[in-house]
Structure formats: C-alpha cells, structure tokens
T-cell receptor, first 112, second 113 residues
C-alpha cells in the first residue's frame, strides 16, 4: 500500500538553528499538509498546499515557517530559527481528492 | 471551545467487549474522519463519513453521524488487545478552503487481554 514517507524520524537541534523536515507524499496525490502534535496535546493544522502554492495556513504558521515542493516529489517544512516551543511531532499528510488523508509516521523534533 | 471533542478521554475494557467513543463538534462539516494513533506513532485513517451519511461500517468499526446534534460515535466491536491506541475524530469544515482537518483531543483506549 502506498505510504507517505518522512525523514528523519527524530531530529535534535539547538535553539535558533534552522531545520528542514522532509516528506515524500504519495505520488499521484494533489493535496499536501503539515500538522504538528506537541506531546500530550491535540494534532494541530499548520499548512495546506495545492497546485504549488499554500492554500491555507494556521496562526501557528508564522514567518518562521515555510514549505516547498522543490522537485515534484518532496514536500519540505522549514523552520528558520527554532524555539523550544517548536518541539513536537510533525506529521506530513497527502490526499488525492475528497477522501481521507494518508499521514506519514512523523518526525519528532526536539529543540534544546 | 474546540472543534472535535471526544469523550471519554480514556477508556479501559476487557478483550471481547465493545468500545464506544463519542465526538462532538461545533461548525458545519463536509465530512468527519476517525484516526487511530499508537503511542508515539503516526496517524492511521480508519473511516470517513460524509455529512449526508448517517452510518458507516468497516470491518469491526461502526461510525454514526448526527449532524443535527453535531456528534459522531465510533464503535469497535469484539475488541482485541491490539486495538489499544488513541482514537481521534477530525472534522473537515464546510467553509474550509484548504480542506484541513480539526482534530479532537482523542480517546485513549486500553484493551486488557
């Protein structure tokens, strides 16, 4: 069964450093998303991406965040200057149309 | 107040029993989805029910949707120890250009062998 692949599974970074979280969505999917889950809290929407542009973003997705689909297969989330409160599990997801999502297994980001 | 709130927050049952989890939401929706998450792992899509549907089945899962009460329930029949996980409802709101989901806080289900 097709999967959404996320790398790395765990990343530790120093506060203030830039991180790039990588995702390979399912190849024929058209809609791409990033969500995050702070430990013990709800899964929160960050951003949706369709037709090579952001279609919607949440209040969390401020100027420190950016997304890119550089080559038609990868979908990346960049955090420019990480803060302690960015520590969370980050999930990438994709879908083809009005269906359920396929989520990746997540990247656990720890900011120290 | 939050879209997509589940209750109970935690549920502990014996293997073989049925587990029922409920979800309430606030806004009008296109559809409601249920996801499962094993501890520290990714989200697995279980079932999607559209706003014009009232009930849906998938294997041992049964989902109901009452749009007049803005609520949904997930029933797992004949539970197994392997069903131990957190279960989340998530709503795709009607006014939602990006089709993003709003998740509830989840129900932690423990099935004892």
């Amino acid at each position: 069964e097709p999967e959404v692949t996320q790398t790395p599974s765990h990343q530790v970074t120093q506060m203030g450093q830039e991180v790039i979280l990588r995702c390979v969505p399912i190849s024929n999917h058209l809609y791409f998303y990033w969500y995050r889950q702070i430990l013990g809290q709800k899964v929160e929407f960050l951003v949706s991406f369709y037709n090579n542009e952001i279609s919607e973003k949440s209040e969390i997705f401020d100027d420190q965040f950016s997304v890119e689909r550089p080559d038609g297969s990868n979908f990346t989330l960049k955090i420019r200057s990480t803060k302690l409160e960015d520590s969370a599990m980050y999930f990438c997801a994709s879908k083809l149309g009005p269906t359920g999502y396929t989520f990746g297994s997540g990247t656990r980001l720890t900011v120290v | 107040s939050q879209q997509g709130e589940e209750d109970p927050q935690a549920l502990s049952i014996q293997e073989g029993e049925n587990a029922t989890m409920n979800c309430s939401y606030k806004t009008s929706i296109n559809n409601l989805q249920w996801y499962r998450q094993n501890s520290g792992r990714g989200l697995v899509h279980l079932i999607l029910i559209r706003s014009n549907e009232r009930e849906k089945h998938s294997g041992r899962l049964r989902v109901t949707l009452d749009t007049s009460k803005k609520s949904s329930s997930l029933l797992i029949t004949a539970s197994r120890a392997a069903d131990t996980a957190s279960y989340f409802c998530a709503t795709d709101a009607l006014s939602n250009a990006g089709n993003m989901l709003t998740f509830g806080g989840g129900t932690r289900l423990m099935v004892k062998p």
